[in-house]
């Protein structure tokens, strides 16, 4: 850093081009490149500025929104692994991925791209991405750094959130990501937080993301997403992309000249771009098209989640002969639009995949072009479903529908698929629908009609042969939700505040997001999440938690017929302390392969996190002294186990003054008990408690009450008193 220039510190900060970092010949400073995206690499072809599907050919994994069903760390951690290599092979140092964005609304139209509605699942999953890419040498890029939770106004939106709900939901996955694994770089967001846009966040990436966590490496911003160099630079977004031009340049050097950045702050951004062009590998890889594509199969086999199977119509006899209506089934919609968008090496389709297993009949049933009533192609469907002993019908959102840049407007899938379906059911009740989608779908009004459904998400180049598998039994379903499916829309607790208006959006529904809303406020869904049907079955027994709740042990037995996976799924449930909060929570879960009437022992191990809420007026994270329910639960809403653990609270104490409202000086545990004894309990006029009545009223207030019992003096010795840690230590020690 000391020998470069003013000149040439300025332009290391931006990058290079599109795709790359700032080369410096004179300096030995070599450039590096970046590449989309977390499903599979996406290389622009030289002279192809912007890439978007035309692409270098590269293996395309199941998006995140599929992936996440598989709830399977090792499995993600191979995918993170073998873009490692294609990234390698390609010459790119950094991949652009995992994005760990919280699903907040079913509407994003980049919840493709995103693992879950839950911080858990989504950090898990990220982490075991990073982990597996970072083994290879090559770094990787988590975004986007944060509250980038829609994509409607996606630059100028600012998100009004509680820091509670921010710490708790929004910024978790990222915390786990960051502690657990340091990725090379983190990406700032388009958005603004509370005001502030991400990129000049010194909130955000400085306090949180570097003091807090401890994230050393470089903080990057989305291609465009920064508004202030200045003060981007000075809150912690060290490079910005792409490359703006020599005019930033000249800014940032004259900002320096004129003492308004500190060369220091310049300085440190420019060793972290120095540092990154380092770690890069610059030895190549090579990688095997068909293992990666042997690998996108399995992934999208556990990606699929099996929600309904009435009568165990699947999986289907070998040899069954089968009639497959739906375009899909021929032309896989495989992901999502934007920048993610991968061109595959390959891609099966579901049709060619089920005629290896039988004799097959097929009828596109509608157009994906034209997506308006066919009445040729509806009947030709129709006429194929009655004559058909069993039907496969594919269904689902066009390509259209969901991309980066714009979120949809509703939940239904098109209106001639949904005619369809309900005229295939009619002639057919053997019908099983299988779904395409990157974002929730509802289900209505059709649900009921069809004999099963598999809900497979957007699956990747492999998809089509995990479909097969599992119809005909090759493989059982171990897919489990990474998000609730409601009802209605309506239904959805950000419903009311999404996507917001003139530039805000508040997150009104705070943590209670998903299920953590569906659970407490007793909504019902169609399917909660962590649901999932197998073709066997799973019992559990033996729950068994240490007394500080921080080991728990599980065994769970495959009661069933065939092998297959479960998911184990820990949730706890908090005591009341005053704080709403939601009824149970995710903390932990590992998946399973058992055989038949094989059993295994699951083993958590907690930490204290697991028993804690954001504090925000303490500013940190509190365990509430209390009772907490630990839950093995098949899903968020249905609890097989659950056993009590007594906790001692960490809550800090409050410290009295004569604001404080007669509710705190009743909790507290020197002056509470001073209160009650002095009768102030019992005082009541009319039936109505008096004490009750002024619990809110500062004390400072209740001394004007003319007849109080209460005098300043009195008040002002319980005041030194109620603040002394040393009785207060003693009081805490007796009151358990
Ligand atoms: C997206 C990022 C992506 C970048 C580069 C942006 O529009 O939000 O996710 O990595 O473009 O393609």
């Excluded at 590096?32 to 890439?51: A, F, N, W, Y």
């Excluded at 034209?370 to 959102?397: C, K, M, R, W």
């Excluded at 099983?432 to 099963?452: M, R």
């Excluded at 073709?535 to 080991?551: A, E």
């Amino acid at each position: 850093v000391r020998e470069l220039t003013l000149e040439e510190k300025a332009a290391l900060v931006a990058g290079g081009g599109f795709w790359n970092t700032l080369a410096i010949g004179s300096a030995g400073i070599p450039a590096i490149v970046v590449s989309d995206g977390p499903h599979g690499l996406r290389t622009p072809k030289e002279h192809d500025q912007l890439g978007l599907g035309s692409s270098v050919a590269a293996t395309c994994f199941p998006p995140a929104t599929g992936i996440a069903s598989s709830w399977n760390r090792e499995l993600v951690e191979e995918i993170g692994v073998a873009l490692g290599l294609e990234a390698r092979t390609e010459g790119v140092a950094v991949v652009l991925g995992p994005g760990v964005n919280i699903k907040r609304s079913p509407l994003c139209g980049r919840n493709f791209e995103y693992f879950s509605e839950d911080p858990v699942v989504s950090g898990e999953l990220g982490a075991a991405m990073v982990r597996g890419l970072q083994g290879t040498g090559v770094g990787a890029s988590l975004k986007h750094f944060a509250l980038n939770n829609q994509e409607t106004n996606r630059m100028m939106v600012s998100a009004e959130v509680d820091e509670r709900t921010m710490r708790e939901l929004y910024l978790r996955a990222f915390e786990i990501v960051v502690t657990r694994e340091q990725p090379w770089t983190v990406m700032s967001s388009y958005n603004r937080i509370n005001g502030v846009y991400a990129t000049e966040n010194r909130w955000l990436l400085a306090d949180v993301l570097r003091a807090e966590w401890g994230f050393e490496g470089l903080v990057l911003s989305d291609w465009g997403a920064v508004d202030d160099r200045i003060a981007a630079l000075v809150a912690g977004t060290d490079l910005e992309m792409p490359g703006p031009g020599p005019a930033s340049d000249r800014e940032i050097v004259a900002a320096v000249r004129a003492g308004t950045l500190e060369q220091e702050v310049l300085d440190k951004s420019v060793s972290r771009v120095l540092r990154l062009v380092e770690q890069s590998a610059t030895a190549g890889a090579d990688y095997d098209e068909r293992t990666h594509h042997a690998l996108a199969r399995r992934a999208a086999t556990e990606s699929i989640v099996l929600l309904r199977n009435e009568a165990d119509l699947l999986p289907l006899a070998a040899a069954q002969p089968v009639s497959v209506i739906g375009e899909f089934a021929r032309s896989p919609r495989i992901q999502g639009a934007g920048s993610s968008q991968v061109n595959p090496t390959r891609v099966d389709t579901a049709l060619d995949a089920l005629a290896e297993f039988a004799p097959v009949r097929f009828a596109p049933g509608y157009s994906l072009v034209q997506p308006i009533d066919d009445p040729a192609l509806h009947e030709e469907a129709v006429a194929l479903a009655t004559e058909s002993d069993v039907v496969l019908l594919f269904v689902g959102l066009p390509d259209g529908d969901e991309s980066e840049g714009y979120d949809r407007t509703h939940l239904d899938l098109p209106a001639p698929q949904v005619r369809l379906i309900a005229s295939v059911t009619a002639v057919n009740p053997r019908t099983v629908v299988i779904l395409t989608n990157g974002g929730v779908i509802s289900l209505e009004p059709w649900h009921d009609s069809a004999a099963a459904i598999l809900e497979t998400w957007l699956l990747g180049q492999g998809g089509g042969v995990a479909i097969a598998d599992l119809i005909f039994g090759v493989a059982s379903p171990s897919g489990r939700l990474a998000e609730s499916i409601p009802f209605r829309l309506e239904d959805n607790p950000s419903y009311l505040n999404f996507p917001g208006e003139g530039n805000i959006v508040r997150y009104g529904e705070g943590v209670f997001v998903g299920y953590r809303y569906y659970e407490t406020a007793d909504v019902a869904v169609r399917y909660p999440f962590g649901f999932g049907l197998s073709y066997t079955t799973f019992s559990y027994s033996n729950l068994t938690v240490s007394r500080n709740g921080l080991r728990v042990g599980v065994t769970v037995t495959n009661s069933g017929p065939k092998a297959g996976s479960e998911v184990v799924q820990l949730y706890v449930s908090p005591p009341m302390d005053g704080v709403r909060s939601p009824r149970r929570e995710l903390r932990e879960f590992s998946k399973v392969v058992l055989n038949a009437g094989e059993s295994a022992r699951v083993q958590f191990e907690l930490t204290r996190r697991a028993f804690s809420r954001y504090d925000a007026a303490a500013g940190q994270w509190v365990v509430s002294g209390g009772d907490y329910s630990v839950q093995i639960g098949r899903s968020a809403h249905d609890v097989e186990l659950e056993a009590t653990v007594t906790l001692w609270g960490s809550r800090p104490p409050v410290r009295l003054s004569l604001d404080s409202p007669i509710s705190d000086w009743l909790a507290n545990p020197i002056t509470g008990p001073l209160f009650r004894r002095g009768g102030a309990e019992g005082s009541s006029e009319g039936g109505v408690n008096l004490v009750e009545m002024v619990s809110s009223m500062p004390m400072r207030r209740l001394l004007r009450v003319p007849g109080v019992p209460l005098r300043a003096g009195q008040v002002k010795v319980l005041l030194t008193l109620a603040n002394s840690r040393v009785l207060k230590g003693i009081a805490r020690l007796f009151s358990k």
